[in-house]
């Protein structure tokens, strides 16, 4: 589907399939649809450590996104 070599890509797909199913079911009919607008937000950061030399301890941060996804009708239609 799409051709990236990014983990993201997993991610983005499912949500695209989402976007097309509540669209679906809400009654839209795909033909008439475009994706308006694909906006990636920062989302909370897990914050953690792992163990350093001499006793120390280096922080980890594992990063989360908020993706949204905006369907529209095509104009003029």
Known sequence: MLHL?????EYL????KSAIAN?????????NCIFSKIVCNPGP????FKA?????????VKRTAHIK?????KPGE
Do not use: P
Request: charged share 30%.
């Open 5 to 9: 070599n990014k983990r993201a890509k």
């Open 45 to 48: 950061m897990w914050k953690r």
């Open 69 to 73: 996804i905006e369907l529209d009708l």
């Open 23 to 31: 669209a679906k079911v809400k009654g839209f009919q795909l033909i």
């Open 13 to 16: 797909i499912k949500i695209l």
């Open 52 to 60: 350093a030399a001499f006793g120390r301890a280096a922080s980890i």
